[in-house]
């Protein structure tokens, strides 16, 4: 396995060891009324994260689990590469890429990497460390249909054992609407997050529109960032970065693990798992919360989300 990407697989790997020996309830933490995974996160880094600081050249992925994140990161990795004239995909991960994921003296290391710092978090913006907000941060924000982010988020937590595992889609599915799975209410995150939609340092992207036309979601990614891309690296990007590309090297990225994390890549799975009351159910909660939100329309939940 590549040396680059031993950060992520080592952490992985630890918090699989950590949780195979935790009781369920063991598995999850409360931090300001939101539950996140013990075996990987924890009140002092949560704690230690709260005075991170910033730089102005940081580069940001947001997004809810399983709504894409690591298909993002890959893109980002790589137009950070062509925008140093480096060789694409060799770059070492020096750090867990997600922010608030690894040991609390994590921040002190991040102050010697160099610029510019990709970084990816799956926090709402109220707690992220507000030097971030401070420095005006390029921040892409990744959004994906709740139905497909269901799915995806159950087979994940039965398929790594980071996160507690669930005996039937039903259980994992009640857990999703009342706020009991890691991160907390995607409906919440997508209320929070659409409060700061409009400013320039924020892009928001949907996992839908980037299947739809990778090509473009790329370049207008590059362009946000301010990297120049000739056609040739464009199309490299778009490549690299096809769930086939991403899946064949997975074991690379992110040895014995990339199965889980590379499943199905696809729209529309919810269709193999919701029931007509769950579908109800959900649509009511989205209709309520965020329908009439740019980032809810943006999602255009009439077309990937009706049965």
């Given at each position: 396995?590549e ?7 080592d ?10 020996v ?16 013990t075996t ?16 102005s ?15 993002l ?15 694409l ?15 609390p003296e994590k ?7 160099p610029s510019?710092?990709f ?53 994992f ?21 659409n ?5 320039e340092?924020?892009m928001?992207?949907?996992y839908?529109?980037?299947?739809e036309n990778?090509?473009?979601?790329v ?22 970065s096809?769930?086939?590309s ?6 690379k990225?992110?040895?014995s ?11 529309s ?18 209709e ?10 943006k999602l255009?939940y009439d ?5």
């Amino acid at each position: 396995m590549e040396n680059s990407r031993k950060a992520f697989t080592d952490l992985i790997a630890k918090g699989v060891a950590a949780g195979s020996v935790m009781k369920r309830d063991e598995m999850m933490f409360s931090h300001k009324g939101i539950l996140y995974p013990t075996t990987i996160c924890s009140p002092e880094a949560f704690k230690a994260l709260e005075s991170f600081e910033a730089r102005s050249d940081d580069v940001i992925l947001a997004g809810y689990p399983k709504s894409g994140t690591n298909w993002l990161s890959q893109i980002l990795n790589d137009l950070i590469a062509i925008s140093q004239k480096k060789t694409l995909g060799k770059e070492k991960l020096e750090e867990f890429p997600y922010l608030e994921v690894g040991d609390p003296e994590k921040y002190e290391r991040m102050l010697k990497l160099p610029s510019p710092r990709f970084m990816a978090t799956h926090l709402r913006p109220e707690n992220l460390p507000t030097s971030i907000f401070r420095k005006k941060v390029k921040i892409l924000l990744l959004v994906r249909n709740p139905k497909d982010v269901a799915t995806s988020f159950f087979h994940f937590s039965n398929g790594l054992g980071i996160l507690p595992s669930y005996d039937t889609w039903d259980d994992f599915f009640t857990d999703f609407m009342s706020k009991k799975v890691a991160w907390g209410s995607y409906f919440e995150y997508l209320s929070e997050w659409n409060k700061y939609i409009d400013k320039e340092n924020i892009m928001a992207i949907t996992y839908e529109e980037l299947k739809e036309n990778p090509a473009l979601g790329v370049k207008n990614i590059a362009a946000f960032f301010g990297i120049p891309l000739t056609e040739e690296e464009l199309q490299l990007v778009v490549e690299r970065s096809s769930f086939q590309s991403m899946k064949k090297n997975s074991e690379k990225t992110h040895g014995s693990f990339g199965n889980v994390f590379f499943r199905k890549g696809g729209v529309s799975d919810w269709k193999n798992l919701f029931s007509e009351e769950q579908n109800e159910k959900m649509d009511k909660v989205f209709e309520e919360q965020v329908a009439g939100t740019k980032l809810g329309k943006k999602l255009k939940y009439d077309v990937y989300c009706k049965a």
